[in-house]
T-cell receptor, first 116, second 116 residues
């Protein structure tokens, strides 16, 4: 069965600290896609990144980086030098290729609070 | 260009009433998704349209929920005999195509439904 687990419900850091958001997934498909979305207080989900199951290269985009490890079924997200504007709820999501629908299975989300 | 829009932004209704929630996807996007997000949870998949047809409605909780997309663009989610447990934020998303589960989904701001 497909499942995404974000064990950290809430994280609070002080500005400029680095923070890592954990994501563990379960799937029986060999081809799947992983996503991270940000949901700021305004409520609209904002796409951050996607990876496919065949590409385990880590990715860096500015202060954001992602670590994908199939061996541990994890797709963790690190924010370097956090800023107050990073405060939001972050969701990890899984899409299995087998169903060919593209539907997303979301984790419970991690609320990140960055204090000045 | 215009993003995904949803109307109304807020809907308050009484238990037992019928409601309709509207979604206008990004122009040209053939895939459309409805999700439901309860407080403190990640979005949960409800239904997926490819063009005019509902290709996957496995997430609809029961037969009180129904959705249509008659012309392959605007979609309406309909809820009959509303119950207090239906209270949630209903999110709509669209993507270019679901031929690949790799496609990014663009989310609307959601409709907050409150059933009294």
């Amino acid at each position: 069965a497909q499942k995404v687990t974000q064990a950290q419900t809430e994280i609070s850091v002080v500005e400029k600290e680095d923070v890592t958001l954990d994501c563990v997934y379960e799937t029986r498909d060999t081809t799947y896609y992983l996503f991270w979305y940000k949901q700021p207080p305004s409520g609209e989900l904002v796409f951050l990144i996607r990876r496919n199951s065949f590409d385990e290269q880590n990715e860096i985009s500015g202060r954001y980086s992602w670590n994908f490890q199939k061996s541990t079924s994890s797709f963790n997200f690190t924010i370097t030098a956090s800023q107050v504007v990073d405060s939001a709820v972050y969701f990890c999501a899984l899409s299995e290729a087998g169903g060919n629908t593209g539907k997303l299975i979301f984790g419970q989300g991690t609320t990140l609070q960055v204090k000045p | 260009g215009a993003g995904v829009s949803q109307t109304p932004s807020n809907k308050v209704t009484e238990k037992g009433k019928y409601v309709e929630l509207r979604c206008d996807p990004i122009s040209g996007h053939t895939a459309l998704y409805w999700y439901r997000q309860s407080l403190g949870q990640g979005p949960e998949f409800l239904i997926y349209f490819q063009g005019t047809g509902a290709a996957d409605d496995s997430g609809l909780p029961n037969d009180r929920f129904f959705a249509v997309r008659p012309e392959g663009s605007v979609s309406t989610l309909k809820i009959q005999r509303t119950e207090r447990g239906d209270s949630a934020v209903y999110l709509c998303a669209s993507s270019v195509s679901s031929a690949s589960s790799y496609n990014e989904q663009f989310f609307g701001p959601g409709t907050r439904l409150t059933v009294l």
